[in-house]
């Protein structure tokens, strides 16, 4: 996830770039500088290009436009990572999980100049997955340096010209059609930080979501398209907007025919996934004495996931599945650490994560589809850093207990 100041939630992975968003009370400045996440990293041999033909996946994961229930996905870095990018593959499908999500940056992909593409590093990352008979979540986002007139790369942010953002995806659903399944739109563009380092706008996201639909269904009508995990942040300022009001204001904008999935982030923080979220809004221990109002502590709950499907059926969107885009805990108990008042053991992770898995197969079937936890992590990360402490294994490939767990519960799965 990056290290993202409100991540309420691992936002995003951004570990990816998203790191886990901890709906923090003390946020950096919103001009902090951020961390280069391992996603960034050059693509390996890159070439303007086609290099090779991409296969197409062996297996149909999506039928009428959903997945089955509580689909287990598992967020992967294969990016510029060749020596350990099917090793990271195998563990992740003897885990059982049938989806993993992967970033695909704007500025990776487009870097220098409009209609100058380098598809070398995406063919070989979209080959080995398809390959590996595993469906992929690409996670499109954060703007190529030439995208913006005020510079503020490397800091993501819109496009100032919406056609180059729309051009950028139909490229990508042309080029991987049939071979990509779903996209995700952005990632938590309700904190200032994804979003330009400017106040969040829920109208301007909605119509860069509007723009990506039509150019995705153009190219690919079979694709999924999600729009952005949302950070389940409490602070409610211009650098941040809850994940609630945000979804509410994005509805008031019309989003309604311009998605398939609703994307969201679900991080458990210290609570166990099944308690009700007004116990934890109620409970300081829980809640880390949020001075917010009740209503946007509840947002420390895996189960938080319930408020959000209230506001899409309010919208009219009972019958869309929603994709948890990021969930997990953290087992981060550095002292300096936003995280380290909610992290749990390893032990702990491993039981609330399955637990977090059974809860939503039992209780969310009706809605649920993906289910995206954090991390099969980045080779290069250390645990200097966040994203490192919410992994399920570790960065040489050995394994931590919630593998274990995931992998030995899958066999239970209805």
């Known amino acids: 996830m990056r290290r993202k100041f409100l991540r309420t939630l691992f936002s995003t992975i951004a570990l990816g770039s998203m790191l886990v968003g901890v709906a923090c009370q003390s946020a950096p400045p919103p001009n902090a500088t951020q961390k280069p996440s391992a996603t960034t990293k050059p693509a390996v041999a890159a070439s303007p290009t086609p290099t090779m033909v991409v296969t197409a996946p062996t297996v149909a994961l999506v039928t ?28 992740a499908k003897d885990a059982g999980f049938t989806w993993v999500k992967q970033r695909f940056e704007w500025r990776n992909i487009e870097k220098t100049a409009k209609n100058q593409f380098e598809w070398n590093e995406p063919d070989i990352v979209v080959d080995r997955i398809n390959k590996n008979g595993l469906g992929i ?23 100032d010209t919406m056609e180059d953002w729309k051009d950028f995806v139909e490229q990508m659903a042309e080029r991987y059609k049939g071979k990509i399944q779903a996209y995700e739109i952005w990632n938590e563009p309700n904190i200032t930080r994804e979003w330009g380092n400017v106040k969040p706008d829920a109208k301007a996201y909605t119509e860069l979501l509007k723009v990506s639909y039509a150019a995705i269904k153009k190219a690919d009508p079979n694709a999924i398209v999600i ?9 409610v300022s211009d650098r941040a907007i809850s994940d609630t009001q945000y979804l509410r204001e994005m509805y008031a904008s019309g989003v309604k025919d311009n998605f398939d999935m609703l994307g969201i982030h679900a991080p458990g ?26 209503a946007l502590r509840r947002a420390y709950s895996f189960r938080h996931a319930e408020d959000m499907r209230k506001i899409m059926e309010e ?18 108990t550095r002292p300096n650490s936003p995280y380290a008042w909610h992290a749990v053991s390893e032990e702990q992770k491993a039981e609330y994560l399955v637990k977090a898995l059974q809860y939503a ?27 490192y ?21 899958k066999a239970g799965r209805p």
Do not use: C
């Open 64 to 91: 009428n436009g959903r997945v089955e229930a509580a689909s287990p996905a598992i967020h992967v870095f294969q990016w510029g990572h060749r020596e350990e990018a099917d090793r990271d593959l195998k563990l």
């Open 137 to 159: 979540i690409a996670r499109l986002d954060n703007q190529p340096d030439w995208a913006r007139r005020d510079k503020i790369f490397p800091a993501s942010g819109p496009p």
């Open 227 to 235: 729009s952005a995990g949302l950070s389940p942040t409490t602070e």
């Open 269 to 294: 923080f210290k609570a166990a996934p099944d308690v009700d979220p007004q116990v934890v809004a109620s409970d300081p221990q829980f809640n880390n004495n949020d001075p917010s109002a009740d």
């Open 315 to 332: 919208g009219g969107d009972g019958a869309k599945q929603i994709a948890i885009m990021e969930m997990g805990w953290t087992s981060d």
């Open 361 to 387: 197969r039992t209780n969310w079937s009706g809605w649920v589809g993906l289910m995206s936890i954090i991390y099969i992590p980045s080779p290069e990360w250390t645990p200097s850093d966040e994203q």
């Open 389 to 409: 402490y919410w992994s399920i294994t570790n960065p040489d490939g050995t394994v931590r207990p919630a593998y274990d767990a995931i992998k030995a519960a």
